[in-house]
């Protein structure tokens, strides 16, 4: 998911019980562009009964909210944009800023449980991008899912849809570059019938991919539409033939019991999910671990979490206000997405906070910067932030998505703000 799926969301999905977890979509040359800088970051665990924060650690590693808690060194490694090609403006703009980190991850937590997201139309700079993060990660996924105008006509995502042998030369160029123990996969979309999704998945399999993703909607459906779960079986089917590839299906799975609902009528292996996980990040909490946690406690913990790995606060903002809309839901399961803050926070009140410090209080988080991280060999700096402007955000708030006029309000909030950087056009949003 662009903009959510960075470093604190991760790390708390795999808090839950996520299996493995996707970056946000980063574009072939985004990442090219960047060097790759290791660093250490300090800070306090959290311990919560059922949970383990990392593979080295179990219950009783000191209290989320304890200052006396267990403090952990960790090695980070950031994708840093280059300063080569940047003009002396945006030098001295970094000076008071800070260096823009594309990509930070925490291998002694992620570690073989991270895959990269690529998105790319051309197979010599997937390559070279899936060379230059793979000893970082434990998988590339190549995004052929992605209908957006911006993605599309720069060839990516689901362009490659319509482009078989382009997809395939992406697919065969990452997998000849990799060692073997890399997996590489591809997420699509279902294509105008059957037979042309499973012909395009047996293209994808002969090329080198060891798995598939098969998020059930068409190119031209919006997210509200219903997913198309009935079509999966013959699909997955065809996926399955060939021994030792992975089939993995997504699409408005809300609740544990749809994940197996879903898994039995279509056979597949795993399910993945991205707005559910958005809606409740807590949706991968078994029953013994008490099952899935108020959004009230899921969004606070998120909060702790962008504290310790410096999320940059306009980033956390978004991921929070999604957390509190429906508007990517179906029409059909708004009624069973409540929003309850017994906090009574609002998402004005989120845009109205200008620091992680601000989101802390109206969270009721008890912690500060200084107290729970701090990078040890250099001046703290904080992820990069994502572009966009705090009316994009309340107008999901305003809109009533329950009336009659939901269309004209998702026509409103599909309008986002002119995107003014070089180097956002690059990313999907």
Not at 75 to 102: C, F, N
Not at 149 to 168: E, H, I, N, V
Not at 349 to 358: F, L, P, Q, R, Y
């Amino acid at each position: 998911m662009v903009r959510a799926s960075t470093t604190p969301l991760r790390i708390l999905s795999l808090r839950y019980g996520a299996d493995a977890v996707y970056t946000e979509e980063i574009i072939d040359k985004s990442i090219l562009g960047c060097d790759r800088v290791e660093r250490s970051v300090e800070v306090f665990r959290p311990s919560v009964k059922g949970e383990r924060y990392d593979k080295n650690a179990g219950d009783g590693d000191g209290g989320s909210n304890n200052p006396d808690g267990s403090r952990k060194e960790y090695r980070v490694i950031d994708y840093v944009k280059s300063t080569a090609g940047m003009s002396d403006r945006q030098r001295r703009k970094m000076k008071t800023t800070g260096e823009p980190i594309l990509l930070r991850i925490v291998p002694e937590i992620e570690g073989d449980r991270i895959v990269f997201q690529i998105g790319t139309g051309d197979s010599i700079l997937a390559s070279q991008a899936a060379e230059k993060v793979y000893r970082d990660v434990s998988a590339i996924n190549i995004n052929m899912g992605c209908p957006k105008k911006f993605s599309t006509a720069g060839g990516m995502g689901a362009a490659l849809l319509d482009d078989p042998q382009r997809a395939a030369d992406i697919v065969r160029s990452i997998r000849s570059a990799l060692p073997s123990h890399i997996s590489v996969s591809a997420k699509i979309r279902l294509l105008k019938d059957t037979p042309s999704t499973i012909d395009f998945v047996r293209t994808l399999v002969s090329a080198g991919a060891s798995s598939i993703t098969v998020h059930a909607r068409t190119v031209g459906m919006k997210e509200q539409d219903e997913a198309l779960l009935e079509r999966l079986r013959p699909v997955i089917d065809s996926v399955k033939q060939y021994g030792g590839v992975e089939a993995v299906v997504n699409g408005d799975l809300y609740n544990r019991e749809d994940m197996a609902r879903v898994v039995e009528m279509s056979g597949a292996d795993s399910v993945m999910v991205a707005r559910p996980a958005l809606y409740n990040t807590s949706i991968f909490r078994c029953k013994e671990d008490g099952g899935m946690l108020s959004k009230q406690e899921v969004i606070k913990e998120y909060v702790e979490e962008c504290v310790r790995w410096q999320a940059h606060h306009k980033n956390a903002k978004y991921v929070i206000a999604e957390m509190m809309t429906n508007r990517r839901a179906p029409k059909s399961l708004l009624r069973s997405l409540p929003h309850n803050y017994p906090g009574n926070q609002t998402i004005s009140k989120v845009c109205a906070c200008h620091s992680i410090s601000d989101l802390c209080k109206l969270w009721n988080v008890q912690m500060s910067m200084e107290r729970w991280t701090k990078l040890l060999d250099i001046k703290p700096q904080t992820t990069t932030e994502h572009k966009y402007e705090d009316a994009y955000l309340l107008r999901l708030e305003k809109n009533d998505f329950g009336s009659s006029n939901r269309i004209q309000a998702e026509a409103i909030l599909s309008k986002r703000p002119r995107i003014k950087d070089k180097e956002d056009e690059q990313k999907c949003k």
